[in-house]
């Protein structure tokens, strides 16, 4: 017998349960049942793909028993089981990706982690949350040996040689006191309806069944009543997805999706869709109700399994659907894939390109009938997953057009979000551009930008971009429909010839000034000039979409390249009808100036959503400003 250690994230969530106090505890045979029917999932797909497995019965159950007398619930199934590496692989250690991201949301909290717990589910720990003592007897298919696997939770667990007849797992539970309800039939039971019941495997219990007195013609009993034990199917062993929408209730949806997702909460929406024709294919796609856990790690768990005529494929591949859909939990099953399709050909198969692009445009399709025929199941989406659908932008070109249509945005015109169509109602149909600005900063920092100085004295609508991921994509998006969509920085309007001769006039008035803070402030700015479009702010920094570093680094970005080539200094704009700047240009208080000339700069920079290079600097030059003034 061998002992070994929890790792260290496993044991943190096994003392989660075992001392929690959790609201919601049958969850965990759910989590079981899944477990059991995704081993029969790959023994299937293995017995019908595999040579070394072809001599392997398949006979799909899973089997409860209760002992009421030693109070222990039993499951078994007959599915591909484990053999010692497997079973350190898998219950020695968290093997599933958001299992970092779900401890790092632990708050310390035992009532708001026991909800974490729930919304999170964790597979095979579950069963500590019921059972003082764990056993695992395991065989896997093709192979001699057994092992039997014993832990109670506290940090170690053994692994010892066992005798089993047959592949497959059967798991012990020894219960804790107080959790004598699952040792009922008819809770059990309940639970299997509940979370269960469309596994695709039958699943069996015994449960008594009366048999009724006999009587003779006269009514008087020739034999009393008994009752007897009858192994008996206790879940209706449908694949869920196979049967026709008028055949299912909401409830069939909500209970499917609880046990693929392995969360308590209802889903938000879903599509159920059949496919007939050239290609025929089923899907069965959900959005939950919040984002998972491990939405922005890169080792993010996929939610889509893959089906051919009802045999599991796999439930691992990141190509069934693009990224940017990778929040949709569920189910593809088609007909025309070949079962032993490699990952390799998955990728580069004809029928499972159409599949995914049809089925792509149906949940982009659903999604904007959600959001014109019930906007608050919309909101609470795109406050969930509206930043990963941008991603789309950059990705999916073929449906970039829709994807923007879905989007919502804040703009400098509206106090509520709006659309892309919104906007397009009021745009100027001759110069036919949108206008954007996008920077990593508050929304009201964005809203009170220099740069939407002209736009506000001219009455024109800025959609207003303040998430990182704006940052990145909406420069390599050009167009929607007709339209152009432009940087707010690079706008430009008529000017009349009498504002073009102000504008020379004031340069030219300013040029010994802009000299000036140029050598002042040397390569922080590329140069120093006279703008005429800011109305209320002193300055304001652009970018030289010409300078070739920059171009260099929206190149690399667009080839999807990370780069540690520094931005391109930026270019001062000065408003020489501002009281500060005019001040400045007459003062003779060289210190002064040298101050105020980085100030500026470094407001300019805080508008525009940069972090300063030297807040110290900053802070020691504004007190020394302020200090003059008093």
């Known amino acids: 017998m061998a002992k070994h250690q929890f790792q260290t994230e496993a044991n943190q969530i096994l003392q989660l349960m075992i001392h929690s106090l959790y609201s919601n505890k049958e969850i965990f045979l759910r989590e079981l049942v ?3 029917s995704d081993a029969m999932d790959k023994l299937n797909m293995l017995v019908l793909t595999d ?4 001599n392997v019965s398949f006979n799909p159950r899973i089997d409860i028993k209760i002992d009421k007398e030693k109070k222990t619930l039993t499951l078994s199934d007959t599915g591909i089981g484990m053999n010692e590496e497997d079973l350190m692989n898998n219950l020695g250690t968290i093997a599933k990706s958001g299992t970092k991201a779900f401890l790092e949301n632990l708050t310390g909290d035992q009532k708001e982690d026991s909800n974490l717990i729930g919304q999170f589910g964790v597979g095979f720990y579950s069963a500590f949350m019921v059972a003082k003592k764990v056993e695992v007897i395991t065989k896997k298919a093709g192979e001699e040996k057994a092992y039997k696997w014993i832990s109670d939770g506290t940090g170690e667990f053994e692994i010892e040689d066992a005798s089993k007849d047959s592949h497959g797992t059967e798991i012990i539970m020894y219960l804790n006191d107080g959790e004598e309800e699952f040792l009922e039939t008819y809770r059990v039971e309940s639970i299997i309806k509940k979370y269960s019941n469309h596994i695709a495997f039958p699943i069996f219990m015994d449960k008594e ?9 006269d009514g008087k009993e020739i034999e009393p009543a008994k009752t007897e034990i009858e192994n008996v199917q206790i879940n209706a062993a449908n694949a869920l997805w196979t049967l026709s929408k008028s055949e299912l209730k909401d409830e069939d949806y909500k209970s499917f999706y609880e046990t693929i997702a392995h969360s308590s909460e209802e889903p938000l929406a879903w599509t159920h869709h059949k496919a007939e024709g050239a290609i025929e294919y089923t899907t069965l796609f959900y959005i939950p109700s919040k984002a998972p856990m491990d939405i922005y790690r890169v080792d993010y768990k996929p939610g889509i399994k893959l089906y051919i005529n009802r045999v599991f494929i796999t439930d691992d591949e990141k190509e069934l659907m693009p990224t940017y859909l ?16 490699s990952r390799e050909i998955l990728q580069s198969n004809p029928v499972m390109s159409k599949i995914r692009n049809a089925s792509v445009k149906k949940v982009l399709s659903e999604l904007s009938k959600m959001m014109k025929k019930d906007s608050d199941k919309y909101n609470t989406f795109y406050k969930e997953f509206g930043n990963v659908l941008k991603e789309g932008l ?10 923007l249509e879905l989007l919502k945005f804040n703009s400098l015109n509206s ?13 100027d149909e001759e110069k036919k551009e949108i206008y954007y600005l996008a920077a990593k900063t508050s929304l009201d920092l964005l809203k009170h930008s220099p740069i939407l100085e002209k736009f506000k004295a001219r009455g024109i609508d800025v959609l207003l971009l303040n998430e990182e991921v704006d940052t990145i994509i909406f420069p390599m998006v050009t167009e929607y429909k007709e339209y152009k969509l432009i940087p707010a920085a690079d706008a430009k309007f008529d000017e009349s010839e009498d504002d073009k001769k102000e504008k020379e006039e004031l340069a030219k008035s300013y040029e010994d000034f802009t000299k000036k803070l140029k050598e002042i ?7 120093v000039d006279v703008t005429t479009e ?20 929206q190149m690399m970005k667009q080839m999807g390249q990370a780069t540690d080539a520094p931005e391109p200094a930026p270019i001062l704009e000065i408003n020489p009808k501002h009281e500060l700047v005019e001040k400045l240009k007459e003062s003779a208080d060289v210190n002064l100036i040298e101050d105020a000339a980085h100030v500026l700069l470094d407001q300019a920079k805080l508008y525009d959503g940069q972090e300063l290079d030297d807040t110290a600097d900053f802070v020691v030059r504004l007190n020394r400003i302020i200090a003059k003034a008093l």
């Open 34 to 36: 899944s477990n059991a």
């Open 51 to 54: 040579e070394k497995y072809k």
């Open 209 to 217: 069944k009366t048999i009724p007195a006999k009587t003779d013609d």
């Open 326 to 341: 990778r929040f949709l939990r569920g189910v593809i099953d088609s007909a025309d894939l070949p079962l032993n399709v």
């Open 394 to 403: 950059y990705s999916d070109m073929g449906n970039r057009e829709k994807i």
């Open 415 to 427: 106090d509520e979000m709006i659309t892309i169509e919104d906007y397009v109602k009021n745009v």
């Open 521 to 527: 402030l040397g390569d922080s700015v590329k140069e």
């Open 534 to 553: 800011l109305t209320d702010s002193p300055v304001a920094i652009k970018i030289d979409k010409e300078d070739p570093a920059y171009m260099m680094a």
